[in-house]
């Protein structure tokens, strides 16, 4: 008991201190790379909760995709850091505001959940309980049996997105210079290379 | 178990296997494949036709549910299958004559077809969303197809941003129906809404708000006033054969969907929905046959003639009855042949090989090319409604059923605009047949254009003297629909 409540505040501390950082960081890449530490230990606190699909989905999409995406970003654009700092007071009424109506809105929900409590009775109570099998298992008996239907389809959809995105925004350009594998492993020393003889004092 | 259930959605099984295996075939061998996997992708629709049909034992549900498969899905299934073809077959020379040809058309107009399949045997608020999105999406890129048309690309974007905001309205309605009835699956909705109605209470508002939203949904889907808006454009600027697949197949499966869904789960809440579909029938025609009469674009002008059409569609399903679910079936399926007819004439409307859209441009069309004009001329006699063409029939079973209904404002209306919208039929009649004629259209029209002429304007002009059939085919559907 005593270690899980450790890891829960180790895992929490380092959660909101690398929160922190993503919004305190000077370097943007750093911010990313904070984020990244968020993920992880948001992970943890899902594994925690004996939701380890979730840890594994958040880590898979957040980390594997999405930061990996930002990172892309940042390096990518040219940004003045200084120009950033500029407007930050200008913008800090906005950001409280938005941060005021999060927290309004995060109260609502425990209080819903405080208000009625035959929600947590409804919802808290999955199918199958998680004592008896790990909720990963759980999730892939109903969606290759009882859904697979719907997981099909989903699929189907994901393969037309592809070929719509394809077929809208791919484009033959002339002129662009393609590497050749096999035309490079082909090439003959004959094709490339030519032996001559050079006679004394007159040159090639 | 999962080889009954394989079984009942081999049609669809089939089709999606055909799809996957002709888009392998298109990318290795290119785009000079296109012709080919053209035809092996009708031919393949004549297959799962042929499955389809040629095995009415295979009913049932699949998946717990999810999938039914009852004589009414079969008969608009066939209905869909036919509107596909006959439009794949159709755009191969628009497209070889634009040089536009690429395989990934006739892969994804499969793959649209495969989602109105999917719609059609819906028995789920998952699976409906689900077959919904595989159509819309393979739709949405087609009409964009001709990417470096402008026309093109708007038609597809607006088509795209409006399909979206409609799919989210009917997921919301989902969502609340979901919440307040605690189920997703129609038969368990019907179950819950049978108790509700024996113990006399009043549907929560809850549930009502829900269904307003998936009825907003799928008006969208057929575009029904007021959520037509996007149909013109969208006609307008995707290629034309594209604008006739869209006329045909996705209208046809759209209203079978919509006629599930009200008459199944919700069929006991009739007096809910009623009203709401009296409402956007009557706006629906009177706004078919008002907004027409300006247009200059045939392209346009079908689109509201669609728009039109579909208003008259739901007089029957606003019916309510089984005679209304009679009449709705036998609308759809004279509409997708006088549509695919039509289109198949606007195709053949070329000079030079430049493809004309303008409605002057059929002016005198009796003395260049009297046979087409006179197909033409039988479809649009039909379209207003002229007796003894198929078009008529259609029309009076949906106002017969309306009228056994108790709903005379309706059909009064129905029939009142039905005359004003004759008046755009029968100019493009004029036009042809009393207007010095200009240069001639192209010819020969190819083969395939001439099968498709004959065969439809055939079955418009003879379905009077051999009406059995289509009407005991859709009794039957009818029937098999309301007694699942």
């Known amino acids: ?204 | 178990m999962i080889a009954d259930d394989l079984m009942i959605v081999l049609p669809e099984l089939l089709l999606a296997g055909l799809a996957t295996i002709l888009l392998m075939f298109g990318v290795f061998r290119g785009n000079r494949s296109t012709p080919s996997v053209l035809m092996l992708s009708v031919a393949g629709l004549a297959v799962v036709f042929a499955v389809l049909v040629l095995r009415p034992g295979a009913h049932g549900d699949a998946f717990g549910g999810l999938f039914v498969a009852d004589g009414f899905a079969v008969f608009m299934k066939a209905l869909v299958l036919i509107g596909s073809a006959a439009t794949m077959i159709m755009s191969l020379r628009y497209f070889e004559r634009k040089q536009a040809l690429r395989f990934e058309y006739p892969i994804l107009m499969l793959f649209a077809t495969l989602g109105m399949l999917m719609m059609i045997s819906a028995g789920d608020l998952m699976s409906l969303y689900l077959g919904l999105e595989l159509q819309s999406l393979s739709l949405y890129v087609i009409a964009a197809f001709r990417r470096d048309n402008l026309r093109s690309t708007e038609a597809g974007l607006k088509y795209f941003v409006l399909g979206a905001l409609s799919s989210g309205m009917l997921l919301y309605g989902a969502s609340m129906i979901y919440g307040f009835a605690g189920t997703t699956s129609f038969q368990a909705l019907a179950a819950v809404f049978a108790e509700t109605m024996v113990a006399g209470e009043a549907p929560s508002v809850g549930l009502v708000v829900g269904l307003v939203f998936l009825i907003a949904g799928l008006a969208f889907k057929v575009s029904a006033v007021p959520f037509h808006m996007w149909t013109p454009d969208v006609y307008e600027g995707a290629p034309t054969p594209v604008t006739a697949f869209f006329a045909t197949a996705p209208k046809i499966a759209a209203m079978a969907l919509f006629v599930r869904v009200v008459m199944g789960p919700f069929g006991d809440f009739v007096g809910q929905w009623q009203q709401i579909l009296v409402v956007i029938s009557i706006a629906s025609m009177v706004l078919g046959a008002l907004a027409a009469i300006n247009q200059t674009n045939i392209k346009r002008l079908m689109a509201y003639s669609s728009i039109g059409h579909v208003g008259y569609a739901l007089v029957g399903l606003a019916a309510g009855t089984e005679a209304g679910v009679h009449g709705v079936i036998v609308y759809m399926a004279i509409y997708l042949f006088m549509n695919i007819g039509t289109f198949a004439c606007i195709l053949c409307m070329r000079r030079k090989d430049v493809m004309l859209e303008g409605i002057d441009d059929l002016k005198g069309l009796s003395k260049s090319n009297p046979l087409m004009a006179l197909v033409l001329a039988i479809f649009m006699f039909s379209m207003a409604g002229i007796p003894p063409l198929a078009g008529f029939f259609g029309k009076l079973y949906v106002f017969l059923a309306a009228i056994e209904s108790g709903l005379y404002t309706l059909a009064v209306v129905g029939v009142l605009s039905s005359v004003v919208g004759a008046f755009y039929y029968l100019r493009i009649v004029k036009l042809m047949y009393f207007d010095e004629p200009g240069e001639s259209f192209d010819q020969p029209v190819g083969g395939e254009m001439v099968v498709i002429l004959v065969g439809a304007g055939a079955a418009i002009l003879l379905f009077f003297v051999f009406p059995a059939p289509l009407l005991d085919g859709a009794a039957a559907a009818a029937a098999a629909l309301l007694a699942g």
């Open chain 1, 1 to 204: 008991m005593i270690v899980q409540a450790l890891a829960f505040y180790l895992f929490a501390g380092m959660t909101i201190a690398s929160a922190v950082m993503v919004i305190a960081a000077r370097n943007p890449v750093h911010s990313v790379l904070f984020l990244i530490l968020a993920f992880f230990n948001s992970a943890g606190l899902f594994v925690l909760m004996g939701a380890e699909f979730l840890a594994m989905i958040l880590v898979v999409v957040y980390v594997g995709a999405v930061a990996v995406l930002f990172l892309f970003v940042v390096m990518m654009l040219d940004i003045d850091l200084v120009e950033i700092r500029q407007g930050f007071l200008q913008y800090m009424p906005i950001g409280g505001l938005v941060g005021i109506i999060l927290l309004v809105e995060l109260l609502f929900v425990l209080g819903a959940w405080i208000a009625v409590p035959e929600t947590a009775a409804v919802t808290g109570v999955p199918l199958p309980p998680p004592e008896q099998v790990p909720n990963t298992r759980a999730l892939g008996v109903v969606l290759y049996t009882k859904y697979v239907y719907l997981f099909q389809a989903s699929g189907l959809i994901l393969l037309v997105a592809m070929i719509g995105a394809i077929v809208l925004t791919l484009r033959r350009r002339d002129g662009v210079r393609r590497q050749s594998i096999s035309g490079q492993i082909g090439r003959r020393r004959e094709d490339s290379v030519e032996i001559k003889k050079v006679p004394n004092r007159s040159g090639a």
